[in-house]
């Protein structure tokens, strides 16, 4: 009995192994690629934020170091829950990323769900920074929603808080 028979087999059996191992990375790949740009889409957002944040900090504008990021769909605004005080002077600098073609309208809410911001809109509308000085303690609501004229598509939202 010869060797290479065998030999053959073994070598066949282990491309076909091979062959298999690499279809199921690639699908894995292919799986996981969405999550990645999701990700810097995310980061992209955020970074928006930062960047409309960044004249308040030279105004004195402390701003939390952790963002509330979420998708926004064309259809359905968000609503972020807050708590206020009395007699601060905060800022919300809300940001999709700037080249995603999305404009952005926001406002603040009372406990009447009456608007009580005043909001300033990036040029090209994918930020908005909204400025309130609550005259009571307690929880306001920051409503986010996508308007026209823009590209209506879901995209990450970044609002991150300062306050002084």
């Known amino acids: 009995m010869s060797a290479t ?6 070598i ?3 491309l076909c ?9 690639g699908v894995m790949m292919a799986a996981l690629l969405p999550l ?10 955020e970074d928006a934020a930062h960047a409309l944040a960044k004249q308040y900090e030279k105004e004195g504008f402390e701003f939390r170091a952790d963002s509330w990021v979420k998708d926004l769909r ?5 609503a972020l829950r807050i ?16 080249n995603s073609g999305v404009h952005l309208a ?35 609501a920051v409503a986010i929603r996508q308007i026209e004229g823009g590209k209506p598509h879901e995209v990450p939202c970044a609002v991150i808080t300062g306050w002084k």
């Open 5 to 10: 028979p065998i030999f053959d087999k073994c």
């Open 12 to 14: 066949i059996h282990f």
């Open 17 to 25: 192994f091979a062959r298999r191992r690499a279809v199921v990375l």
């Open 36 to 45: 990645q740009l999701s990700a810097g889409d995310k980061s992209e957002a």
């Open 74 to 78: 064309p259809d359905m605004g968000k």
């Open 83 to 98: 708590q206020l005080f009395k007699g601060n002077d905060y800022r919300f600098c809300i940001a999709v990323p700037a």
């Open 106 to 140: 926001a406002t603040v809410l009372d406990f009447d769900g009456k608007p009580i911001a005043k909001a300033d809109a990036t040029a090209q509308g994918w930020g908005v920074v909204l400025s309130i000085k609550p005259k009571k303690t307690g929880t306001y």
